[in-house]
């Protein structure tokens, strides 16, 4: 048989030529090509990502790395403030309440005791006889009837370690000096005999251990069971804390006591759990509007309380005062 007739034969059995055979592997190399192009193309719509050289295939644009961590950055101050909140919530539901509105005025029910902490540091010397007029304010007001009966006065005061550079020879941490509810007589003598500090060579000061101290025995300063119980710091400075004190003989164990050089100053937290331990409601004067977010932390904390400034040198001082704590009072009540 011719070769030729061998062929025809073959072709008619089935068998496939060679220019059939190339056809049929572009065809499936086509298909593949098809196959593996879709399936990048979803991998993409995944949010998966693909080499540079491959980004042309892509439909839509995959978010850069950055923004998936500002997404979780997001979730995690999500979720913080949320229980920042239930916890704010709980511990509000927890203070004694006031009549908003009504909290210290001649109307107002149940007793208020107010703990004045004055800052004594050599940057208050110009501010004494503005004090002294304070508590004449004090007195004339409830001589007069404007203020309650029930709203008590005490006054305390506080400068720094009395080691170098924080404070002088002759400086404190605490000084009280008329327990709420003195005699006005006695308030007066003692208003009138402040003398100023040095607090040393450090901008700090000894606010957070003076108010530790204030929580240990607050009968001591006057404070009645029932009361509304209020600690008013006026100040210009933020507090020394834990780690100030580099010589310090040991940590501060979050135990207030009346020793001035057994240990370091206390931390935040220590100064916050002192408080809710205690009922009291921290009231920050600031002449310095800011150092609002240096003491925000610790009203937050606490879960109540209020931050108001005072400008150095005006009248008002006792004005200011109870505006802050009729803040704190309405505050409560809500």
């Not at 059995?13 to 298909?31: H, Q």
């Not at 001649?106 to 007793?111: C, L, M, N, S, V």
């Not at 009837?145 to 404070?167: E, I």
Request: charged fraction near 25%.
């Amino acid at each position: 048989m011719s070769e030729t007739g061998r062929e025809m034969q073959e072709t008619r059995r089935g068998l496939v030529t060679p220019l059939e055979r190339g056809l049929l592997v572009v065809i499936w190399l086509a298909f593949v090509a098809a196959v593996a192009a879709i399936a990048l193309r979803l991998l993409i719509g995944c949010g998966i990502g693909l080499p540079s050289f491959l980004q042309g295939l892509a439909w839509c644009e995959v978010p850069p790395d950055p923004v998936f961590e500002q997404l979780a950055l997001a979730r995690e101050e999500n979720a913080l403030l949320t229980n920042q909140y239930d916890t704010l919530r709980q511990q509000l539901a927890s203070q004694p309440a006031c009549p908003p509105e009504d909290c210290l005025w001649a109307t107002a029910e149940g007793d208020v005791d107010i703990l004045l902490l004055q800052d004594l540091s050599s940057s208050f010397k110009e501010e004494l006889p503005i004090i002294g007029q304070m508590v004449r304010e004090y007195i004339a007001q409830r001589e007069s009837g404007d203020l309650s009966d029930s709203v008590l006065l005490g006054l305390a005061s506080f400068v720094d370690k009395p080691v170098a550079p924080y404070g002088g020879a002759d400086d404190y941490v605490l000084k009280l000096h008329s327990p709420i509810g003195s005699d006005t007589g006695q308030l007066l003598d003692e208003v009138d005999g402040l003398t100023i500090g040095s607090g040393g060579e450090t901008g700090e000061e000894a606010q957070f251990e003076a108010i530790q101290r204030v929580t240990e025995q607050p009968r001591s300063f006057g404070y009645r069971p029932e009361a509304r119980r209020y600690l008013v710091i006026v100040t210009d400075a933020p507090s020394q804390h834990d780690g100030t004190w580099a010589d310090a003989p040991k940590a501060n164990d979050g135990i207030p006591d009346d020793d001035d050089l057994d240990e370091d100053y206390p931390s935040l937290d220590q100064v916050v759990e002192s408080l809710r331990r205690t009922g009291i409601t921290p009231v920050f004067v600031l002449t310095d509007p800011g150092l609002y977010p240096y003491y925000q932390p610790l009203i937050d904390g606490v879960g109540s309380g209020a931050i108001i400034t005072y400008r150095r040198g005006a009248d008002g001082l006792f004005d200011t005062i109870l505006g802050g704590v009729q803040d704190a009072c309405i505050a409560n009540a809500r």
